[in-house]
């Protein structure tokens, strides 16, 4: 009986201590955010930088106020997300179906790699004057950049994932004669899941900065046009109020995407 009741105690314990774990990690988390609006609320009380430069926490988060209520930082967020779901689902399925192509045949591989990995070595952002000369600064060039920003991880993702799928997978598939089709579906793509995410990670990162680097050249919607018509009018409050902005719809997409990947996982292991 002891036993049986030490058992149960330790095991009321433990979402304590996942608990406490959790709540220790978010105020770990916190010390550095604090930290430096704490710096930021010393140095323009104590006015070290001029309010041109360095406006009040206060006076940011009024502004921050007044361009929700009217609608003006959620229109250019709206117009920087369109922008990103597009290139992004479109440089994702390119890099796909790529990584897939150089994953399961050699000959593929061969031919397209080199020329795949002299691609991937240009800088996105790099690609933008000679865009700019062949389909000008429109939609048209934004969506190449993200999705051009979204397809290099993406491909070389899947193809090592495709890659790394354990021989004894495929070996199943031909002792239960599954046809080619079948084997990509039911064993490679499966098997090559994590790596497939991890691609999926690294893309939008990389379509969400590219998006805000072609946006601060050409454009006159979205949170890196904000950037440029902070900068150009001296407005530092817009300028922070748009990098927060810019941050905190990254960080959501990466959690959003970490926390599908941890449920796929899951699903995953109790299958097995």
Do not use: C
């Not at 206060?58 to 502004?63: C, F, I, P």
């Not at 003006?72 to 897939?100: C, D, K, N």
């Not at 070389?156 to 598939?173: A, D, H, K, L, Q």
């Amino acid at each position: 009986m002891a036993v049986i009741s030490e058992f149960f105690g330790h095991a009321r314990l433990r979402p304590r201590k996942r608990l406490l774990g959790r709540l220790g990690t978010g105020a770990t988390a916190l010390v550095l955010p604090v930290a430096i609006l704490t710096l930021w609320w010393v140095a323009s009380d104590r006015g070290w930088l001029p309010q041109q430069i360095l406006p009040a926490p206060a006076y940011v988060y009024e502004m921050a106020r007044d361009m929700i209520a009217s609608g003006e930082i959620l229109y250019h967020t709206g117009v920087s997300l369109r922008r990103v779901i597009i290139g992004f689902a479109i440089g994702a399925a390119l890099g796909l179906s790529l990584g897939i192509a150089m994953g399961l045949s050699e000959v593929v591989e061969d031919y397209a790699k080199p020329l795949f990995l002299a691609f991937a070595q240009i800088p996105t952002l790099g690609w933008i004057p000679l865009l700019m000369l062949l389909v000008g600064i429109d939609e048209t060039l934004k969506i190449i950049i993200i999705a051009k920003g979204a397809f290099v991880p993406m491909a070389m993702n899947t193809f090592t994932g495709i890659r790394n799928v354990s021989p004894r997978y495929i070996e199943v598939g031909h002792a239960l004669r599954f046809s080619r089709w079948q084997q990509l579906r039911l064993i490679i793509l499966p098997a090559a899941i994590p790596s497939i995410f991890t691609g999926i990670r690294y893309g939008l990162t990389h379509s969400w900065t590219s998006l805000v680097g072609v946006e601060l050249l050409a454009s006159s919607e979205g949170l890196g046009y904000l950037l440029v018509w902070g900068r150009q009018m001296f407005w530092l409050d817009t300028v922070i109020i748009a990098m927060i902005a810019i941050g905190i719809v990254g960080f959501v997409m990466d959690k959003g995407l970490n926390s599908t990947e941890h449920l796929i996982q899951r699903w995953k292991k109790g299958e097995a």
